[in-house]
């Protein structure tokens, strides 16, 4: 079955660090790849997306994520995070031409100020 | 961006009643909504895809008879949980794709909906 694995449950970093958050996924197919976040107390909104072309996409808030076909890979990075950042961030996949998405157990990321 | 509106927010009922969550695409038509339940700590667990005028297609061992899902019309799916039990609290999340876009199988989310069975 198809499966998403996220490596860190919970990060806790200072303003200013850089961040990678982990995400591999099972399927051997064309995917579309996402991740999204969580901010408290808000809705799951899209962070950023990949479809095809360049692997390296770019999202909203100075976040990017690299997608690795050889190692079924979509990290995503920042290079300096802010207090701003905390929320729960969750990789998803979704395979090309489906209708199901599935999500990573998520990663709950602690920025300290 | 697409807007998706969930109501209730929170809901607390007594054991053995039914509790209705709706979810509305604001800003757009939905053809293909989708109900997820997430449990403390874990993932985002698909419940159902509901198709608008026709039956939902449930995922492994989500009971349809317990968990009713209608979606009347392009705007608008409901998750009913029947006869709700404690082991029934949850979060449910709904998400919906814009028609057209499923292909890209990008989804806008609800705010979710806490239920507490008590």
């Known amino acids: 079955a198809q499966s998403v694995s996220q490596h860190n449950h919970h990060v806790i970093l200072s303003e200013a660090a850089s961040l990678e958050l982990g995400c591999n996924y099972s399927?051997?197919?064309?995917?579309?790849l996402f991740w999204y976040v969580q901010y408290p107390g808000q809705h799951l909104q899209l962070l950023l997306k990949y479809f095809s072309g360049d692997p390296l996409v770019k999202g909203i808030k100075g976040f990017e994520a690299e997608f690795i076909k050889s190692k079924f890979s979509f990290n995503l990075r920042k290079p300096s995070v802010q207090w701003s950042d905390t929320a729960e961030y969750f990789c998803?996949?979704?395979?090309?031409?489906?209708?199901?998405?599935?999500f990573g157990a998520g990663t709950r990321l602690f920025v300290k100020a | 961006g697409a807007v998706v509106s969930q109501h209730p927010s929170r809901v607390i009922c007594k054991s053995g009643t039914s509790v209705k969550i709706e979810c509305r695409s604001l800003d757009f038509q939905a053809t293909t909504m989708f109900w997820y339940r997430q449990f403390p700590k874990q993932s985002l667990m698909l419940m159902a895809t509901?198709?608008?005028?026709?039956?939902?297609?449930?995922e492994q061992g989500v009971e349809k008879d317990k968990f009713l899902i209608n979606h009347a019309s392009l705007t608008l799916s409901t998750l009913t949980v029947t006869s709700a039990h404690p082991e029934d609290s949850s979060f449910y999340i709904c998400s919906a794709s814009v028609s057209g876009g499923e292909e890209t199988g990008e989804l806008f989310f609800g705010e979710g909906s806490r239920l507490t069975v008590l």
């Open positions: 998803a996949v979704n395979m090309a031409g489906g209708f199901k998405t599935i």
């Open positions: 509901s198709n608008e005028g026709s039956k939902a297609t449930y």
């Open positions: 399927y051997g197919g064309t995917v579309n």
